[in-house]
């Protein structure tokens, strides 16, 4: 690719690609959760039966309805069939694309048309629509224009404007504007600085960037390049998660991709402009998706954060100017300098433009990855899109923001999602991970899965964090023995103000938001574990009583036989009766019971 | 950039250059903000949050230890919630703390002990762990606990910064972070060059020198033990300190007077025994100078030095000089000489080194000495063994009188008293080398080239007419960078003074341990060093050579120096690298 | 504390640390080398033994407490070597919510050892990781790469079979 006008050439031919008159187009959802649910044998068995009409493609966001076939024929509309098998596909192949007539019991229902109803693609705009192996289908979709377009005169400073006026802020948790971002960047002194990818997406239970870089890493490349025109550097790095094996393999295939076209590395396009990449692996460790941390890595040390200031727009990387976004940003970037600050300006609230990309996980029925405009409220992500709880169950709270974040009562459900909001109720907008809870879960136990996770992932560099999440999570975890006094509740309060005002990193002082969160929302629960030593949820085993209601026990002795600890006593046929000194609270009982026998209090 | 930048701390207005911390705008109007990890230009990490205050706009407290001044800044640094937040970080601490402080060596020395008290903390209220000692004692010198580490990171900021050795360093992550050598091995088994200067960082317990005042307590009660001590140049200038005098005072004479109290038989200066050195050393730079190598030479005084070049440079071993040090030097004269002389069994007398240094604990043990099978030196105590010997004993201190070592070896220059600070070795060979090569001595004793606490110290000097390149470096962070600049070939000396330890013997790591907070804001080492280049130039001998007792010795005893029978006595003769 | 101090023997061969001199080479004098270093080495020695971190420590100036301060913060190093077959337990959140915890109790059962360790036999290594992505399918487990997900306690017994048997 020697000029942007080869590019121009170049995506008019990949178009036919993407929409080709004369032949199917076969389209099997092939990200990580796709693969997991058996993709492979059904890409195999396809591209036995129809060659090179089938297209690897990425997560298309319907996760529980993987793995995912599309079919789109020349002329007529796309067909989604989900939950597919090699026999299954062998039938589409037959019936439909061979026979023309779409095998109507394997599409997606209505439920499925729900989903993708209410969302707005941009960073995932290109997931499970083109071959993320292949560049010329990425270029087919516009890529690389917005690069082209900087090297073909546009200025770094009307970049930067382009990027500021947008109104984009970053999408890894803070949500600081990345125009400001950009500029501190290019205005700090320096021959050498570097742009960094932060891909270590640790958050437990998200994965909105896993699904762009597995569905469209040529649009992080891309906006990483244009970056490094903007603030004048010509090395980056992306740091992702080595938990993530089929990502960092598409990044490796499409820097290798670009490379060759000559949209990456030396002269880009024939222009002054050079930029090269690395990737570097984490290697398991929550605490460096912190910036600072993750810089200490790429560094090659411990991943332990560092003061700030310096921030790294000053020093950062190799004590060098370092631009530093997280994935789904970057993926926003090319979109928005190809269509202009309004597009994505004129999307979202007043504080909150664009889009946000969340992973729907936990107790809802639509489990998957949606994008949504900033200000779509809660209830239309967990009732319409994802519709609502599954089995019936009461929807409780939803977490976002992952360790870092909070829990949200159903009373807020009408919040809208932007990020003063969620930060006013306690909660933060993290990076995308959004878990529903239902009326099973108990709220103290979820603090103390947050708290052994922080406990687990706290670098151990600054008292408070490393001896403070400790602390904390024992008060819970004596609070879920029924052993914690309201006193305990209040020392609880005190410790995650203090670890908040404190702690040298955003994790420690994050840390506490699950605690204070259900402090806030869900305080009688914590009140019943301490008070009358009851969880309403009956999920702590230490205050959950099981016992044997005589008049509906048959005697059939099934609980006696499956109880691992020999506490269940009683003859056939006649009522049994359970221990409650040798009972283990295991639960086994209880679901072995075929009439309800048992009860759990 | 502008020249100062102004702001206000608890509304007094400051103004300070640039770059310069809160903590330290801070001291100019007379706050001192408390810390555990800060080591000034060494580790400034702000990990341990005790030195949090509030900045006006900051959405968290500020560690003031790393935060840059700002113009127009607002600082409070103890508002209630400022002094409520260090109060919950130290009880975060103590509840992960083994506080067995009545039975800790460092009781009443103690940092944490300090803030504790100084927050009046009556409880720690967060769940604690159940705190069982570490102890871990495999090597010679030093004893280690992590059930008392508070984490600070200042152990492995010297071993790596300062020393270049890196032995021990934060391991594991989270909660379960400590304080290890690799794959958890004893310290014994690494290649810690045992200087101790984790020691005199540790805000705790958790770094102990291994105590071995209680074989010298027995020592001394044993009737048939003649039982001598021999006390290296620096430390009447730091022992003061263990008792509460400032920093520099020189208690030579009380010192001498405790220790003719706690019933030493005997009580020497190895002042002498360095005097001794500079015959012996000064020889063999002649020699080697003029006869063709190896060059450069480089001093062996240090152990911790030495056992340094043995682990990471044996390529430099032929040019270390192949004389003991003056403790060793004087424990072997102990044994040979003088029991020869007062009709002592060598076997019955006892030789106590007190040192500035914990390596010397290292260095008796490794063999090679004058009479077979007998140590030189039994025990090597460090300044602060001593001092606690002399409270045990109830011994006055400050209030004792003045008095002399014993005639028999107590006699030396003042060559030999500034071998306590780096270059002072360097310093004294110069004096007697160029004097004897001369034949008279040179217009000024005074080499200030090779003085002051710069790590690296170069000059030049003529010397029979012709140029003597010598440097002297303190510190192994220091002395790995000469040495490694000698092997590249850019740089070109003939004699190096290597001392373990930044500073010299007065920053060694036996010396009194004085809190961080101190050492931040003051340079003790001058401080000590000051002291006794005042003595040294007050004094009326201040050539080794000229010593009356040297003269002696080698009248009765060592004929001259470099004879067969000094070699014998006073130099090594294994291998180095092969010693324990 | 797991994962901390080597109890096996090293059984290290000529052609593993040729190829780990050669990475170290390919590496020295590049910023942050360790990292990549580390990674290869524990790909090439299936774990972390200290004879490979001191022909590092050699290779890139770096002090064995050095290295081993980075091998013991990251959870993906590990200084013992992994069963032959590794089982990951995902316990992220969504995993959690629909119950990992029981999955993982169940797989421990079955094994006979804990998360984090080796089974008595060598034969499997158990993980509890953090979210592997596959929220889609909670909860999920991995043996050796394959993916197992919507799992119940009573699926587990089963699945471990397959790889007992072999």
Known sequence: MKTPAELAARREAAKAKLSPPDRPRVLVGMATCGLAAGAGPVYDTLKEELGDAVILTGCVGVCRFEPLVEVIMPGKPKVTYVSMTPEKAKRVVAEHIKGGAPVAEYEIGEDGEAFFAGQFRVALRNCGVINPEDIDEYIAADGYEALAGALSGRSPADIISTVLNSGLRGRGGAGFPTGRKWQFAKDAPGDEKYIVCNADEGDPGAFMDRSVLEGDPHSVLEAMALAGYAVGSSQGYIYVRAEYPTAVARLNTAIAQAKELRLLGQSIMGSSFSFDLEIRLGAGAFVCGEETALLTSIEGNRGEPRPRPPFPAVKGLFGKPTLLNNVETYANIPWLLTKGADALNSVGTATSKGTKVFALGGKITGTGLVEVPMGTTLREVIEVIGGGCPGGKRFKAAQTGGPSGGCIPASHIDTPIDYESLSAIGSMMGSGGLIVMDEDNCMVDIAKYFLDFTVDESCGKCSPCRIGTKRLYQLLEKITHGRGTERDLELLEELCGHLQQNSLCALGQTAPNPVLSTLRHFRDEYVAHVRDKKCPAHVCKSLVSYSIIPSACKGCTLCARVCPAGAITGAPKEPHVINSQECIKCGACFDKCKFSAIVKE | MADTVNLKINSVPVSVPPGTTVLEAARQIGVEIPTLCYMKDISEIGACRICVVDVKGARTHVASCVYPVAEGMEVRTHTPDIIRSRTRTLELILSNHRMDCLTCLRNQNCELQKLAADFGIQETRFPSDAHEPQIEDSAVHLVRDNSKCVLCRRCSAVCKHNQSVGVIGPAARGFDTHIACAYGRDLGEVACVSCGQCITVCPTGALTESCQTDEVWSALADPKKHVVVGVAPSIRVTLGECFGLPVGANVEGQMVSALRLLGFNGVFDIDAAADLTIMEEGTEFMKRLTGGGPLPLITSCSPGWVRFCEQYFPEFLPNVSSCKSPQQMFGALMKTYYAEKYNLAPEDVFVVGIMPCTAKKYEIRRGDWAVEGLPDVDVALTTRELSRMISRAGIMFRSLPSSAFDAAFGVASGAGLIFGATGGVMEAALRTVSSLAEGKPPASLDFTEVRGTAGVKEASYTIRGRSVRVAACSGLANARKVLQSVKDGSARYDFIEIMCCPGGCVGGGGQPVQPQSLKNFSDLRALRAAALYKSDADMPLRLSHESPLIKQLYREFLQKPGSPEAHKILHTHIEKGEAV | ?166
Do not use: W
């Not at chain 3, 020695?45 to 050095?66: D, K, W």
């Open chain 3, 1 to 166: 504390m797991p994962n901390t101090v080597t109890v096996v023997p090293f059984q290290g061969t000529q052609e593993q640390e040729k190829e780990l001199l050669e990475a170290i080479e390919a590496h020295a004098g590049r910023p942050g080398a360790a990292m990549p270093v580390l990674q290869k080495a524990q790909a090439i020695y299936g774990y972390l033994p200290e004879e490979a971190l001191a022909r590092i420590s050699a290779g890139l100036g770096l002090t064995m407490s050095e290295l081993y301060g980075i091998v013991s913060f990251y959870a993906q190093f590990s200084v013992n070597p992994k069963g032959r077959h590794q089982v990951s337990v995902c316990l992220g959140t969504a995993c959690y919510v629909r119950g990992a915890a029981a999955i993982l109790a169940a797989v421990e059962d079955g094994l006979g050892c804990k998360a984090g360790s080796v089974s008595p036999d060598g034969k499997f290594s158990i993980d509890a990781t953090r979210c592997i992505g596959a929220c889609g399918l909670a909860p999920v487990i991995i043996i050796d790469g394959d993916v197992y997900g919507r799992l119940t306690p009573d699926d587990i017994p089963g699945i471990l079979k397959k790889y007992t048997e072999d």
